[in-house]
């Protein structure tokens, strides 16, 4: 090879090196746009997946947060034979999440039968029906932070094949006379009203049965080789354990709140042995419930006082749980977001017989359900 051939070919080999050296920070440009692009592509796809969220799941996630919220519902048989006298009943068990004493509170239903079809629901004595009906609940003297609803039901008619169904607290006055009406009724209506239960996303995680067969696991026990994790106290994963059972037999609900609080106080480790000592494969599928997030609550709504107390270890200033006597402010509390209860909601709502569930006859004395829609009857209600 002569040595013209030889030199030429070192300087193309120093200028392709030169080259390669100089388009290095356009290649690192390039890969760093690639991963920016990436990881907005990543970003979008969880901003999409949280917009996607089921209609019915989003209501549900914001109804929990609101004053009132109807956490449980029940199907009552008052009498198996003689149901024009003591007719089948559905209750609304409601959770006061204010520090306020709340005197009257008005809620609705809708429901379906077993074909998951909609009904259009009809009070006892009623003489009209609609898919939502709603139940005024006078004097019903709910305390801070207390529930309603165990003693008493709305009546229906003997004639509806009621299977499944859905309470929503429209409504409540306290006693300072500020009323409150729920800004996601609207929301409710249109996912619900007049809806098949198969054309609601989501619907078996929120309705309730009435033989409540997807709302109650069985009870669990103790595999018999359960041996609790050396570094974990056996009293504090006592009480996890009684508080997980108690909690699952309350609602759905208020286990998820709770397991969310153990997450934020650091307790997950209890949470595994619960699952190892009990044999169940994952917590959140055995007891159908939603694995949430702790910035999603306000854990002074809960009621999660605990028998056990290290304050080295487990207790948590930030999260007391107790509370004070006084009302506190909240997002309603302003006169001007009320409407003025001289203002009578009689004019929407007609008596019918709404009873405490007794074997008595029933009294006519403490609620009135309405033969009227909600809010607008010219609309939804049928002549």
């Known amino acids: 090879m002569s040595f013209k051939r030889i030199i030429t070919s070192i300087i193309t080999?120093?200028?392709?090196?030169?080259?390669?050296?100089?388009?290095?920070p356009y290649m690192k440009g390039e890969k760093h746009i690639f991963n920016k692009e990436s990881h907005e592509v990543n970003k979008?796809?969880?901003?999409?997946?949280?917009?996607?969220?089921?209609?019915?799941?989003?209501?549900?996630?914001?109804?929990?947060?609101?004053?009132?919220?109807?956490?449980?519902?029940?199907y009552v048989v008052q009498d198996e034979k003689y149901k024009s006298l003591y007719p089948d009943m559905l209750q609304a068990l409601i959770k006061n999440n204010t520090n306020k004493d709340?005197?009257?509170?008005?809620?609705?239903?809708?429901?379906?039968?077993?074909?998951?079809?909609?009904?259009?629901?009809?009070?006892?004595?009623?003489?009209?029906?609609?898919?939502?009906?709603?139940?005024?609940?006078?004097?019903?003297?709910?305390?801070?932070?207390?529930?309603?609803?165990?003693?008493?039901?709305?009546?229906?008619?003997?004639?509806?094949?009621?299977?499944?169904?859905?309470?929503?607290?429209?409504s409540y006055t306290d006693f300072?006379?500020?009323?409150?009406?729920?800004?996601?009724?609207?929301?409710?209506?249109?996912?619900?009203?007049?809806?098949?239960?198969?054309?609601?996303?989501?619907?078996?995680?929120?309705?309730?049965y009435k033989n409540k067969k997807s709302k109650t696991p069985e009870k669990v026990t103790l595999k018999n080789d359960a041996k609790l994790p050396e570094n974990l106290n056996q009293k504090k994963f006592d009480e996890i354990s009684k508080n997980i059972q108690k909690k699952s037999e309350a609602s759905p609900e208020e286990l998820e709140a709770y397991i969310a609080y153990l997450k934020l106080m650091g307790l997950l480790a209890y949470l595994d042995?619960?699952?190892?000592?009990?044999?169940?494969?994952?917590?959140?599928?055995y007891y159908d419930i939603e694995e949430t997030n702790?910035?999603?609550?306000?854990?002074?709504?809960?009621?999660?006082?605990?028998?056990?107390?290290?304050s080295s270890e487990y207790s948590d200033?930030?999260?007391?749980?107790?509370?004070?006597?006084?009302?506190?402010?909240?997002?309603?509390?302003?006169?001007e977001n009320y409407e003025d209860t001289t203002e009578s909601s009689t004019d929407e709502?007609?008596?019918?017989?709404?009873?405490?569930?007794?074997?008595?006859?029933?009294?006519?004395?403490?609620?009135?359900?309405?033969?009227?829609?909600?809010?607008?009857s010219s609309e939804y209600v049928e002549e």
């Open 349 to 376: 709502y007609t008596d019918e017989t709404y009873t405490e569930d007794t074997e008595e006859a029933p009294v006519d004395d403490t609620y009135s359900e309405d033969t009227t829609e909600l809010y607008d």
């Open 176 to 208: 300072k006379g500020n009323k409150w009406h729920n800004p996601k009724f609207d929301e409710f209506f249109k996912v619900y009203e007049g809806k098949r239960l198969k054309d609601i996303k989501d619907s078996d995680k929120y309705i309730y």
């Open 102 to 170: 709340i005197r009257d509170v008005q809620f609705g239903f809708v429901a379906w039968d077993k074909n998951g079809l909609p009904i259009k629901l009809k009070g006892n004595i009623d003489l009209g029906k609609s898919y939502i009906r709603g139940v005024n609940g006078d004097a019903v003297n709910l305390t801070a932070k207390g529930t309603f609803g165990e003693a008493h039901g709305f009546e229906i008619d003997k004639d509806l094949e009621v299977d499944t169904f859905k309470p929503i607290v429209v």
């Open 294 to 310: 702790p910035d999603d609550y306000n854990f002074d709504d809960y009621d999660f006082s605990s028998e056990y107390d290290d």
């Open 44 to 74: 979008v796809k969880a901003t999409t997946k949280e917009k996607i969220l089921s209609a019915a799941s989003q209501l549900e996630k914001d109804l929990k947060k609101q004053d009132l919220y109807a956490y449980d519902s029940k």
């Open 317 to 335: 200033e930030s999260y007391d749980d107790t509370y004070d006597t006084e009302e506190t402010p909240d997002e309603y509390s302003d006169e």
């Open 273 to 285: 042995a619960y699952e190892a000592m009990y044999g169940l494969d994952d917590i959140y599928n």
């Open 13 to 24: 080999l120093i200028l392709l090196a030169m080259l390669g050296i100089m388009a290095l």
